[in-house]
Nanobody
Framework: QVHLVESGGGSVQPGGSLRLSCTAS???????MAWHHQVPGKERQLVAR????????SDSARGRFTISRDNDNAKRTAYLQMDNLKFNDTGVYYC???????????????WGQGTQVTVSS
């Protein structure tokens, strides 16, 4: 059973930094790890993803956020370093992990419970 544990959310002033972490257990077949951002009333939006050690960032995250994976712990932990945070970065951040199931089924996404980030003065 795949289980994700997220941590690192909190409150910060504009311009501040936070680092989110997401650790997956119960699998050795992680294909990608990513973070999505959601605000009330809107759909979750991809913020950053790392697949095969190649990062991808949304336009709003590029240059301010950095996604990485832990080289220890069998690369089951992903981090999102968020710098120069802005008011509209406020919301819930969800970790999502892609797990390879089979050549026939492909990969399946597993979501974490979310962690709240609040940027306020």
């Amino acid at each position: 059973q795949v289980h994700l544990v997220e941590s690192g959310g909190g409150s910060v002033q504009p311009g501040g930094s936070l680092r989110l972490s997401c650790t997956a257990s119960g699998t050795n077949f992680i294909t990608f790890m990513a973070w999505h951002h959601q605000v009330p009333g809107k759909e979750r939006q991809l913020v950053a993803r790392i697949r095969n050690n190649t990062p991808y960032y949304s336009d709003s995250a590029r240059g301010r956020f950095t996604i990485s994976r832990d080289n220890d712990n069998a690369k089951r932990t992903a981090y999102l370093q968020m710098d120069n945070l802005k008011f509209n970065d406020t919301g819930v951040y969800y970790c999502v992990v892609g797990i390879f199931i089979s050549n026939f089924e492909g990969e399946k996404d597993y979501w974490g419970q979310g962690t709240q980030v609040t940027v306020s003065s």
